[in-house]
T-cell receptor
């Protein structure tokens, strides 16, 4: 079946540094990918929609200058958390549309970010 | 905004028992989807039910959708310890042609061996 990978799976960084998270569709092309954030014991929150070759669409309340998204190819989207703070510590998950006709999307395994 | 609301928030059962989780939503939808998430892992798509469908089966899973009540249920029959996970419903809204999914807070299911 379709697979979406994320790298890294875990990252620890210091406050003020930037962290890049990659989301790849391994055996299919994805013109649209989504980035979610999950707080402990909370549901997923959609952060932004990443469109290949164009600017990402951010959800209300999500700082686009802090969470930089680049979707440079049909199989790769990156999320860069700039000037990270401890409150950015979270579980970040991406997803990609595998079959838009049936609204089927696949999720990556997630990236656990810890900012110290 | 979060519109899918799962009920109960947590459920603990014995192996072999059935587990029922409910989801309510507020707006008109194209479809409703159920996902499973093992602790600290990504989501796995379980089943999608369209707004014009009332019931769908997949293995030990049975999903119902009542659009008049804006609710859905996920039934796992003959549960196994490996079914222990969090289960989320997600709705795809009709409004604005968006294909974004809106997730509920999830039900944490524990199946005791």
């Amino acid at each position: 079946g379709a697979v979406v990978s994320q790298h890294p799976s875990r990252v620890i960084c210091k406050s003020g540094t930037s962290v890049k998270i990659e989301c790849r569709s391994l055996d299919f092309q994805a013109t649209t990918m989504f980035w979610y954030r999950q707080f402990p014991k909370k549901s997923l929150m959609l952060m932004a929609t990443s469109n290949e070759g164009s600017k990402a669409t951010y959800e209300q309340g999500v700082e686009k200058d802090k969470f930089l998204i680049n979707h440079a190819s049909l199989t790769l989207s990156t999320l860069t958390v700039t000037s990270a703070h401890p409150e950015d510590s979270s579980f970040y998950i991406c997803s990609a549309f595998y079959d838009r006709e049936i609204s089927e999307q696949y999720f990556g395994p997630g990236t656990r970010l810890t900012v110290t | 905004s979060q519109q899918g609301e799962e009920d109960p928030q947590a459920l603990s059962i014995q192996e072999g028992e059935n587990a029922t989780m409910n989801c309510s939503y507020k707006t008109s939808i194209n479809n409703l989807q159920w996902y499973r998430q093992n602790s600290g892992r990504g989501l796995v798509h379980l089943i999608l039910i369209r707004s014009n469908e009332r019931e769908k089966h997949s293995g030990r899973l049975r999903v119902t959708l009542d659009t008049s009540k804006k609710s859905s249920s996920l039934l796992i029959t003959a549960s196994r310890a490996a079914d222990t996970a969090s289960y989320f419903c997600a709705t795809e809204d009709i409004q604005g042609g968006s294909e974004k999914l809106v997730f509920g807070k999830g039900t944490k299911l524990t199946v005791n061996p």
